[in-house]
């Protein structure tokens, strides 16, 4: 099994930062793909950002340019820097991570509340 453990979200005025950890533990085999995703109410849950083992990225277009994904693989851990956040920003974000070994299968976490409001 795998857990995965957010922090970092809050309130933050139009304009401002914020920064999301994910820690992951458990069963972490070396190929994975780590990510988040975000829902606010009413929509269904979309992908933000993504990020290899390799390094490699996958963003969404809404926040291209505003968001950084990182990872430090030797803690398994999991960024999204996040700048000049948008009212529009505002949902439950959820770190991923999806393995192939030994099943091809996604754990998510718990979530974590990303307000964007003046």
């Known amino acids: 099994q795998v857990q995965l453990v957010e922090s970092g979200g809050g309130l933050v005025q139009p304009g401002g930062s914020l920064r999301l950890s994910c820690a992951a533990s458990?069963?972490?085999?070396?190929?994975?793909?780590m990510g988040w995703y975000r829902q606010a109410p009413g929509s269904e849950r979309e992908l933000v950002a993504a990020i290899g083992n390799s390094g490699s990225t996958n963003y969404a277009d809404s926040v291209k340019g505003r968001f950084t994904i990182s990872r430090d693989n030797a803690k398994t851990t999991v960024y999204l820097q996040m700048n000049s956040l948008k009212p529009e920003d505002t949902a439950v974000y959820y770190c991923?991570?999806?393995?192939?070994?030994?099943?091809?299968?996604?754990?998510w976490g718990r979530g974590t509340q990303v307000t964007v409001s003046s």
């Open positions: 991923n991570i999806h393995q192939w070994e030994p099943l091809s299968r996604d754990y």
């Open positions: 458990g069963r972490i085999f070396s190929l994975n793909v």
